[in-house]
């Protein structure tokens, strides 16, 4: 019984994550990026904005990149785990929706309090945010067909 959990543990490892969506989110996504992108560098007219812009358009799409590799990982693993057969079930683990909430959390209030202080680089946060999400998921469809 051990060596089976270990060999299906493998095989989870061997098989590739799968985009789960259509190719339609993706071309929307790049879009998305393009339009966020071109709606910063024609609002954002201070260097420090542009910057900040690029800092946290670059940090929002590791860190969503980083949990949909995560959740497509977990999904994989579930599925193989679904086809054992077995009678023990496994409680799934809550830490990455614990992560996910206060990272979305976090990334929402950041630019409630800036509104109040620097209108501009509130306006930057909430475009970073669309252009990160949706570079995310341009690189995910990118990388879950590469490999």
Do not use: C, H
């Amino acid at each position: 019984m051990g060596s089976r959990g270990l060999s299906v543990s493998s095989e989870a490892r061997a098989k590739r994550p799968v985009y789960p969506y259509g190719t339609g989110r993706v071309y929307w996504s790049a879009t998305i990026t393009v339009l966020s992108a071109i709606l910063a560098f024609v609002m954002l007219k201070e260097l420090i904005s542009a910057l900040y812009y690029v800092i946290l358009t670059t940090f929002l799409a590791v860190i969503v990149l980083a949990l949909k590799m995560r959740f497509s990982r977990t999904r994989l693993f579930e599925s193989y785990e679904d086809e054992m057969d077995e009678t023990q079930s496994s409680s799934p683990s809550r830490k990455p929706l614990l992560v996910l909430s206060v990272a979305l959390f976090g990334v929402l209030l950041i630019p409630l309090l800036l509104a109040r202080f620097q209108p501009e680089l509130w306006l930057a946060s909430l475009i970073s945010y669309t252009s990160g999400v949706s570079i995310a998921e341009v690189l995910f469809f990118l990388i879950t067909r590469r490999r």
